[in-house]
């Protein structure tokens, strides 16, 4: 059999997790992007759901364990920093994980591959075999199959659909590495605003703020009513290295064509900050490359892609957005009750968590 030709567009974790499982598969990859490093490193979040089976399929599951942050238990508060709820820290085979620790993980299993530094496509037409790519400096290539992985605001997606989907509720995101120890994770979970911190492996705790509104706002302005966080806390996220990130809830009517998916936030941005977003773009990649690999069809293999991860997106989405009171939006992880140890019990208040710079924490998170 020939070797079919695939064009993967973003070189974010669900373009490399296309590229790992297609290139499994015997397919050719160009992959399509900008490579340099982005100063967003991302939250660690436990790696669960539809990508944790599928990355021990694709064998980078030990590697993913080996580059886990601190596991610990999150402890949930409200606006003034009580805590009322407790998410219980993962199991050891559960790793914890930011965006960037995953796609180190993935460029290191898929090697060598050829990088178009193209980061956009101008044009694509389809005919009755594959797509004819025109990129923006005039340049054109044809392909067995284009997948689209560019992100929320997906050069493909609308190349290929034009204006069928619909941008709902921006959310501006801003993430720091600060040099503050904590001794627990925080997480604070309000109808407009998230605050979240985890220690980081190797000292030192990673933050994000998210937000709906003004993307210009600095980080103080928009959180310093909170005074659990405390203005030193804040000084050091505004007058610190951050990436800020604005991002949008995309609702594409459709993922695919006869030669053409859409993977990741292309297809299925949640917007708000989601725990699952890495997981579900490794498990969306596998079950892609599965479906190819089931039928001899393209366009056939396509369409039962897409009917297999719509239920399971919006199952994530619905456990992400679920709305449980006027004010606090209660996470979906699993919850306890508080248990007798200070931490847990609601004895300690999220200030006094989150430790200053050069103190030692309570606990060691392992």
Known sequence: MPTRRALVVGTGIAGLATTLRLRRSDWEIVLAGRTAGSRDQGFPHAFRGVGYNAAARLGLLQALVEHSQPRCDTLVVDATGAPFALCPKPSGVTPVLRRADVATVLREAIGD?????????????????????????????????????????????????????????????????????????????????????????????????AWRGDVSLPVQEVFGDLAWLGPEFLSQVDGGPTARRTSFQVHAHRWVSKQIALVGDAAWCAGRPCDEDASLAIGGAELLGDALDIFTDTAEALAWWEQQMRPVVRHVRRQNTALRGPDVIYPPSSLRPFETHAVHSGQLSAAQVVARPGEQPLEDCP
Do not use: I, Y
């Open 113 to 209: 591959v050829e990088v178009c530094e193209q980061a956009e496509v101008l044009s694509l037409v389809e005919d009755d075999c594959g797509v004819t790519v025109t990129f923006p400096d005039g340049d054109e290539d044809w392909f067995d199959l284009v997948v689209g992985a560019d992100g929320d605001d997906s050069a493909v997606r609308c190349a290929a659909f034009g204006e069928d989907h619909e941008h709902r509720q921006v959310t501006v995101s801003v993430s720091s590495r600060l040099k503050t120890t904590t001794n627990a994770a925080v997480w604070m979970e309000l109808a407009e605003r998230t605050v979240r911190v985890h220690p980081l492996r190797g000292g030192g705790s990673a933050a994000l703020f």
